[in-house]
């Protein structure tokens, strides 16, 4: 527990060392948000605003994770990697959208290739993995699922899924932040108690690289904790591609190596609202000539539109979620 704690503290220090020192910088390179013109007219306001913040809390997970995750690399190391690389293309299609003064950024094929291929090396390894497998944990029985070799493509569809799915999410001042601190918050107690029950059997070195996750995963609850002094309403930066994409990354692995994917679409209901919304929206219109089903989506800006004030809309969508993992772990610890 001191460790995580512990953890938790010099990523949320970190990050409020880096936030006064990459704020101005943005600003100088003139590293601006770059608002949709179909977006909300409220959004216009924050044109200009320094995106890429990802970037500070990223260095804040990488060396709190380094400082005091290693000891189980087996899966702490594919999960840094994992997540930097989402990080590098969201920090690519940053970088063409602050260089170009267009919010387009990469084009669709060149996102959904790189997305691919990432999420292929992280299924290959999670298959290929002693401590992880072809098999998932069935919350309801408590046994488990083996998919066999069809493990790796359903992990690339969940892994593209929801890096996706926070990226849709991140679209109000702290949303996709608070959200994804909830749920890091929650996978660090199910590490813990996984790392304990694995280490009382006799399965040192898994218990040791689960405990190790319960680490990364207090890593980005301090960083994204202290993102939030510069994130929350009114935003003074944003994470930008370069950090949701990388936390859609954090949110994969975090499901994967716990193998607690059958319970994400519940911990992470608020990112399935989000993605689910979209396509909703897009099919609705296709289909019904121009009728749409939200004022605007992804569902966050359905709210807005109706009049919820994006503080309020960012405070439900983080109970929501609290009260989603926290049923969740319940299911997890309830006696079989």
Known sequence: MFTYLLTALVAFALMLVLGPILIPLLHRLKFGQVEREEGPASHKQKQGTPTMGGIAFLIAILIATLLFGMSGMEFTLPALLATFAFGLVGFLDDFIKVKLRRNLGLRAYQKIIAQLGISFVIAFWAYRSPFIGSTLYLPFSGGSWDLGVWYIPAMMFV???????????????????????????????????????????????????????AIFSMAVVGALLGFLRYNCY???????????????????????????????PVMGICFVGSAVSVVLQVGSYKLRHGKRIFKMAPLHHHFELSGMHEARIVTMYTIVTAVCCAACLVLFLMPR
């Open 234 to 264: 009114p935003a003074r930066v944003f994470m930008g591609d370069t950090g949701s994409l990388a936390l859609g990354g954090v949110v994969s692995v975090l499901a994967i190596c716990s193998r607690s994917v059958l319970l994400l």
């Open 159 to 213: 892994i593209i899924a929801e890096v996706n799915a926070v990226n849709l999410t991140d679209g109000l001042d702290g949303l996709s932040s608070s959200v994804t601190l909830v749920y890091a918050l929650a996978m660090a107690v199910m590490f813990s108690i996984l790392g304990r029950s694995a280490t009382a059997l006799g399965e040192v070195l898994y218990g040791v690289n689960l405990e190790s996750m």
